[in-house]
């Protein structure tokens, strides 16, 4: 039994699922990014501003849950009413 490498998986002329099909996909998209080295740093630039802004481990480092910005308001417009 030969055991094949992701590489070879994703890229498969004939997908046997729609999972690999995607996945294929997503490498070609990575293969054709990384050939380019304007597209890597444009995606060095944008990545780090797409992560989530408690990421990682916000509340073990500064002590507090990490709170979304809808929550934030709510508790700001309750306050201002009181």
Known sequence: MMLATFRDWALDESPTSRRQAAWGDRYRIWLGLKGNALGMIGL???QPRTWPTG????ARLTGSAP???AATSIRACSM???
């Open 67 to 69: 709170t979304s910005s």
């Open 44 to 46: 060095s630039i944008l």
């Open 80 to 82: 201002a009413a009181a």
């Open 55 to 58: 990421w990682p481990n916000r």
